[in-house]
């Protein structure tokens, strides 16, 4: 079926003759929803630049979108589809960043490519409220789900910096196994596991 629903199905069965038996008692079958192809419900331009990232926030009322070149942020209330600000991260530089947002939503983490350092963004208002210099380029980022620890992917040895949160104090650096930079990091929900 096109449409999710309900629907009642019967069947009737035929001999080589061709006889006809009665019709089936109704079977109740659900259709849970369509399958390919997905309907684009609406679009919003957000800039004349490649696309880079995007985070929605835990509540899921705003999408925030980072680009490649500009060194914006762009952000999107999705109750409307419509975008309400621009926030500027990082002008002049590939910016190629990478968000992470607290649990609660009220902050932002970005990174900028082969800049030594993160930024934060203030949710309620897109106001860049501070930076956290690294000492070496910054490229991907994550979250505990608690919100008490930042991951950031830093260098091209592949290290990880641990910072602790809200005082933003650098807690560690790990050392994978790869020596190149890392382009992904992922915390499992119990935040036991930090995967890169």
């Known amino acids: 079926w096109i449409c999710p629903g309900v629907y009642s199905v019967r069947a009737q069965i035929h001999d080589n003759r061709p006889e006809l038996s009665e019709w089936s008692e109704p079977l109740k079958v659900t259709a849970a929803a369509p399958g ?3 309907k684009l419900e609406a679009s919003v331009k957000v800039t004349d630049d ?3 990232d995007a985070l929605v926030l835990p509540q899921g009322d705003y999408v925030y979108v980072t680009d490649q070149y500009e060194g914006t942020m762009s952000v999107i209330r999705t109750s409307d ?4 600000g621009q926030i500027p991260f990082h002008k002049g530089a590939s910016y190629k960043g990478q968000m992470a947002s607290l649990p609660d939503g009220r902050y932002v983490y970005g990174t900028c490519f082969r800049r030594k350092w993160i930024g934060v963004v203030r949710t309620s208002d897109g106001t860049v409220v501070d930076s956290l210099m690294l000492g070496d380029s910054a490229t991907s980022i994550a979250v505990a789900p608690d919100g008490k620890r930042l991951y950031v992917a830093v260098g091209d040895p592949g290290l990880v910096t641990a910072v602790r949160l809200p005082d933003k104090v650098v807690e ?3 050392c994978t196994l790869y020596n190149t930079p890392i382009t992904s990091l992922l915390v499992s929900p ?4 930090l995967y890169a």
């Open 172 to 174: 560690d650096t790990l």
């Open 81 to 84: 589809t419509r975008l309400v």
């Open 36 to 38: 390919y192809p997905y």
């Open 50 to 52: 490649f696309l880079w």
């Open 190 to 193: 119990d935040g036991a596991c």
